[in-house]
């Protein structure tokens, strides 16, 4: 059963860098034909996709994030990470990862997020 | 960005009722729209793929319908533990966009 666990700092002081790493177990990054997610979610707000990656390092990000995001895989371990720059108390929130299943039927790409981790709350404050 | 809009944004209802969501896009987007259910404290729950797809293991009292720009999301009969809140979100393109929510209270 595939599963996802999140894990990092809860806390992360103003103007520094958020990281955070997913470890994916019952199923092989390299060896799946899937991207890989991150989706964040303020306290009481809603969802806000933060960006994905494929196994080969292929990445696409959140315009409204990209300058401060950087998502890489390490398949070695089995794990894909997140890291967000020069963070501010907007970017409190709970970080999910999730894997982002694809399919295409006639020639329409379908996706969603299934898996998702159980989530971990990044607090940003001095 | 393509815009989710959800409608209500909150409603109460009693068991047994049916209940019916919906979420609009600013632009066409097919049928690339999923449902999810989040209770509080826990990470979201696929329910709805590709606008109408049950995912595996949801019973099938929730339903998807639409395509283009209008899609529901239907509970037939409501039972207590669908008490939580449920998010549409478009995978036509990036950046992927969720609407705002709909708080269902029972």
């Known amino acids: 059963q595939l599963q996802l666990q999140e894990s990092g700092p809860g806390l992360v002081k103003p103007s520094e860098t958020l990281s955070l790493t997913c470890t994916v177990s019952?199923?092989?990054?390299?060896?799946?034909?899937?991207?890989w997610g991150w989706i964040r979610q303020p306290p009481g707000k809603g969802l806000e996709w933060i960006g994905n990656?494929?196994?080969?390092?292929?990445?696409h990000y959140n315009p409204s994030l990209k300058s401060r995001v950087t998502i890489s895989v390490d398949t070695s371990k089995n794990q894909f990470s997140l890291k967000m720059s020069s963070v501010t108390a907007a970017d409190t929130a709970v970080y999910y990862c999730?894997?982002?299943?694809?399919?295409?039927?006639?020639?329409?790409?379908?996706?969603?997020?299934?898996?998702w981790g159980q989530g971990t709350l990044v607090t940003v404050s001095s | 960005d393509i815009q989710m809009t959800q409608s209500p944004s909150s409603l109460s209802a009693s068991v047994g009722d049916r209940v019916t969501i919906t979420c609009r896009a600013s632009q066409s987007i097919s049928r690339t729209l999923n449902w999810y259910q989040q209770k509080p404290g826990k990470a979201p729950k696929l329910l709805i793929y590709?606008?109408?797809s049950l995912q595996s293991g949801v019973p099938s009292r929730f339903s998807g319908s639409g395509s283009g720009t209008d899609f529901t999301l239907t509970i037939s009969t409501l039972h207590p533990e669908d008490s939580a809140s449920y998010y549409c979100?478009?995978?036509?393109?990036?950046?992927?966009?969720f609407g705002q929510g709909t708080k269902l209270e029972i």
């Open positions: 979100h478009q995978s036509y393109s990036t950046p992927y966009t």
């Open positions: 999730a894997r982002d299943f694809a399919t295409t039927v006639t020639t329409l790409r379908y996706k969603w997020f299934d898996p």
């Open positions: 990656i494929f196994y080969s390092g292929s990445t």
């Open positions: 590709a606008a109408s």
């Open positions: 019952g199923a092989s990054i390299s060896s799946s034909s899937y991207y």
